[in-house]
DNA sequence: CTAGTATTCAATTTATCAATTGAACACAAG
DNA sequence: CTTGTGTTCAATTGATAAATTGAATACTAG
C-alpha cells in the first residue's frame, strides 16, 4: 500500500519528464520561452508539421508546462509558470555539464593508445565470416593494391570523411594499416569514434596477417 | 551551423529527460540520493530484477546521472554531482505545482498533511541554535551514516517507542527522513502525538537540507 | 450562408523502449 | 582450480511513442 503510493508518485514525476524527453518539444518550450507563439509560427520555425507540432504541444499542455488560449482563428500557447522555465534551466545546465564531461571523457579515451582496445587476427577472422563488421585499410593505395586482407576495402585517412558520410550506422568499423607500430589506424580509430561510429583496430597489419596465412586479395584476384 | 548545434544540445537534453521519464529510474535516483548504493541493496529494495535494475542504472550512467565504482564483487552507484540532485528537486517542485493527482494522492495517503504543520529549513536552523528542540531522522541507519543534518539523533521507527520512553518532558521533537514524500516522518510525528509528545515535521527531507548548504554531519565527520 | 484558414482528431506505420530470460563474465573464498 | 555470488550482456517479446496522412472542427471574413 505505501509502495504503491510511492510507485504512483514516480509515475506522476515520469509523465512530466516523459514530455521532456523529445527533442522536437524541447525546441517549442525554448521558442515559448522567449514569448507566446500561434501554432502556426510554432511549425514554421521548427519545421514540424502542423499537425505533429499540435500534438507536441498538447502533450505539453497534459501535463501544465504550457497553456493555451484562443483569439480568434489562431491558439497560443505560452508557458504555463516561471517553475517551468526554473526546471528547463537547472535541466539545461545538467545536459552542458554531462555533454562537456562527455568530450572530456572521449578526448581521454582516444589520447591513451591501449584503450583503442585491438582486436586480435582470430578474432577479426571470424567476425569477417560472420559480415558483422566492415573492416578498412587505412595505407596508401599502392600499397593495398599490392596486396590486402580479403574483404577490406581501402579508405586512406583522406578519403575517411566520405567514407563517414556514407557509412551505413550500427555497423562497427575495424581499421588496420602497416603494422602494431603504424599509426595510421590508430588515427582512423578515433576520426570515427568522434563520429560516433563504434570502430577498433586490428591489433597486427597486413604483413601479419598475409604470414599467418590468412586469406588475403589484390588487385589482380585472391590468393 | 548554429542550428546544428542548438539542435545537438536539445538531443543531449533530451536524452537526460528520457532517463528521467521512467517512474523505476526515478525511485532508484532517490534511493541514490541518499546515499551510494549496491546493485544488489537497491535491486531489493526497488522489487526489480538484478538484470532490469542493472540496466536501468546503465542507462543513468549512460547519462552522467550517477557514477559506478567497483569493489570487490560488488558495483556501487552514487549521484554523479549535485547539479543531479538540483534537477531532480526542481522537477519535483513541478511535478507537486502541476499535477494535481499527485496533491490528491497525498492527501488521501499521508492524510492530513496540512495538520501537522511542517517546518521549514530555515526555521529548523534557527531552532537549532536556540537549542530549543530536538531533532530526529527517522530513516535507516546506513542512511544516517552517509549524511544527515547536523545535530540530528537517529531514531528509526523500531526505536521510537525507546525514545518516547527516555524523552525529557517539554522539549519540542521535529523528525525529518528522505524528503517531501517519505513518509517515514509523517508516522513519527503521529506516534509522538499520541504519546502527547509535541512534534512537528520538517518539510523537506535530507538531499533538500543538503543542496542549501545547510550544515550536515557523516558518521565520518562534518561537512 | 459560404469559402478559406487555423487547428485538431483519428488511423496507420515505423521506431524506440521496457521487461524477461538465460547465459557469460568477474571476482572472492574455500 | 573450483564453486558461489554479484553484475552484466544479448536476444526476444510485448508495450509505448513519433511522424505522417487525410479528414473533421472551429472560427472569420466576405
Known amino acids: 500500500m505505501m509502495a504503491d503510493f510511492k510507485h504512483l508518485l514516480y509515475s506522476q514525476f515520469a509523465k512530466i519528464a516523459k514530455a521532456l524527453a523529445q527533442a522536437h518539444r524541447l525546441e517549442l518550450l525554448d521558442y515559448l520561452a522567449q ?12 519545421g514540424l508539421s502542423y499537425a505533429n507540432c499540435s500534438q507536441h504541444l498538447q502533450q505539453l499542455k497534459a501535463v501544465g508546462l504550457v497553456t493555451s488560449r484562443k483569439r480568434g482563428q489562431h491558439v497560443f500557447y505560452r508557458i504555463a509558470h516561471d517553475l517551468v522555465l526554473e526546471s528547463l534551466e537547472s535541466l539545461s545546465k545538467l545536459a552542458r555539464h554531462n555533454l562537456a564531461e562527455v568530450d572530456r571523457l ?8 591501449d584503450s583503442l582496445e ?9 567476425r569477417l565470416k560472420e559480415d558483422s563488421v566492415t573492416l578498412i585499410d587505412v595505407r596508401p593505395a599502392d600499397e593495398y593494391g599490392a596486396g590486402h586482407i580479403a574483404g577490406a576495402i ?32 590508430y588515427e582512423a580509430v578515433q576520426r570515427l569514434r568522434a563520429q560516433g561510429i563504434a570502430s577498433h583496430r586490428l591489433a597486427d ?9 590468412l586469406p588475403v586479395e589484390t588487385d589482380q584476384g585472391e590468393r
Open 35 to 46: 514569448r507566446e507563439h500561434s501554432v502556426e509560427s510554432l511549425a514554421k520555425v521548427s
Open 106 to 113: 572521449i578526448d581521454q579515451h582516444l589520447n591513451a593508445r
Open 118 to 126: 585491438p582486436l586480435s587476427s582470430e578474432e577479426l577472422a571470424t
Open 154 to 185: 581501402n579508405v586512406t585517412l583522406e578519403q575517411l570523411a566520405d567514407f563517414i558520410a556514407q557509412h551505413q550506422a550500427g555497423k562497427e568499423v575495424i581499421a588496420y594499416c602497416r603494422g602494431p607500430y603504424c599509426v595510421l589506424s
Open 205 to 213: 597489419g597486413y604483413p601479419e596477417w598475409y604470414l599467418a596465412g
